[in-house]
């Protein structure tokens, strides 16, 4: 038994890197249902970086979540130096600046990098109106079409631009390589997300591009081990 748990770490390649010498890790709140919150411990674990995961919901455990950020809204990441950062896209621009540059998941040079970080708005953008049309059926007695409409849209519009931009790449990372990056991953946490907080809305198979690519991701390890299905917030 001993030896199956030693061979199952020795064939996890994300070994935390302990080279900063402090016991201090950073918290990550947040349950990764939350495609943001995935987003963010998945690079964790890419970089090596040690951290601690508090799975709190934004709605059940706000009173946990509020000295920590009064927005109460997840991903929040702690810093080792007690700073808290919010907003996804800022924790992995600081992760970032943790690693060397050949490591870094966002490209550092241009043209690349604006089409990076473009894939990557697409796909949280699509995941802010996601969460949205969850919220507006979930909280409202009586449900605005218009809004339920205006989301579909932004949602279809953001797909159909991201599976055109998909096809014309064969590679099995977006921007090609044998690295992933963070737009690789915020389209298939993304997607992943969407496909179970809205089935009926899209049909995977009306955009067969960007479904391969969430299936190549999802297969990864490190998909596998930072995921959680989604729970509807009680
Ligand atoms: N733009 C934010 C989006 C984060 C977000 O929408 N989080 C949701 C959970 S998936 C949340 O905290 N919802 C509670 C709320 O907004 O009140 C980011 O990238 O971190």
């Not at 496909?195 to 955009?207: I, K, R, T, Y």
């Amino acid at each position: 038994m001993l030896l199956i748990v030693q061979q199952a770490r020795d064939a996890w390649p994300y070994a935390p890197d302990r080279s900063s010498g402090t016991d201090t890790v950073m918290i990550l709140i947040g349950q990764y249902d939350s495609p943001f919150v995935r987003r963010v411990g998945i690079a964790l674990t890419l970089y090596g970086l040690p951290y601690a995961h508090r799975p709190w919901s934004t709605f059940s455990d706000a009173d946990k979540i509020r000295p920590y950020n009064p927005l109460t809204r997840v991903p929040t990441l702690v810093l080792d130096d007690g700073e808290v950062l919010i907003e996804s896209h800022v924790m992995l621009d600081y992760l970032d600046s943790l690693v060397s540059a050949d490591r870094r998941m966002f490209p550092t040079t241009e043209p690349a990098r604006h089409q990076a970080l473009k894939i990557a708005a697409l796909a949280t953008g699509l995941g802010d109106k996601a969460v949205s049309l969850f919220y507006e059926r979930l909280l409202h007695e009586t449900v605005s079409d218009l809004w339920v409409e205006r989301c579909r849209k932004q949602i279809r519009g953001a797909m159909a631009a991201l599976e055109a931009d998909r096809s014309t790449r064969s590679e099995t990372y977006w921007f090609g390589g044998d690295r992933i990056g963070h737009a690789d991953i915020a389209v298939a946490a993304v997607l992943r997300f969407l496909g179970e907080a809205h089935p009926e809305l899209v049909s995977l198979a009306d955009f067969p591009a960007l479904s391969a690519h969430a299936e190549r991701m999802e297969a990864l390890p490190v998909f596998q081990a930072i995921s959680q299905p989604f729970i509807p917030p009680a």
